[in-house]
């Protein structure tokens, strides 16, 4: 199998349903929060490849800081171009990228960041 570049399209709407893709592969990102910890919904602009089974969605408190890097504390693989990331800190920045998956890990998508909301005590 061959590795395919991770061609996630950024989107810079927070209303993920519909939203337009861009140019430099990152994932849309929003955060809600209620009684639990706070959650990330991403989403993304799928591989037009039949090969693709699913991604990649890897996270953290810390950016490795260098582009195209899948160093993150966490990763968790869906089969769909969206995710949910649960149990998440609240009031912390976390941040985010994707890669695609085939049998072989791309490189990951530019990275996105946000800030989670305060808890709901």
């Known amino acids: 199998m061959r590795i395919l570049s991770t061609s996630i399209a950024l ?5 993920l349903t519909g939203c337009g893709g861009g140019g430099d592969g990152a994932p849309a990102v929003s955060t809600s929060s209620s009684a639990a910890l706070p959650t990330a ?45 649960s149990n998440l800190q609240p009031d912390t920045r976390y941040y985010f990228t994707v890669s695609s998956y085939n049998g072989l890990e791309s490189a990951c998508s530019s990275e996105v960041s946000t800030v989670t909301p305060s808890s709901q005590a």
């Open 11 to 15: 989107t810079s709407c927070m209303l």
């Open 41 to 85: 919904s991403l989403a993304w602009n799928p591989i037009q490849d039949s090969s693709i089974v699913g991604y990649y969605v890897h996270y953290g408190r810390q950016s490795p800081g260098q582009s195209g890097s899948c160093s993150y504390e966490a990763a968790q693989f869906v089969e769909s171009p969206n995710a949910t990331i």
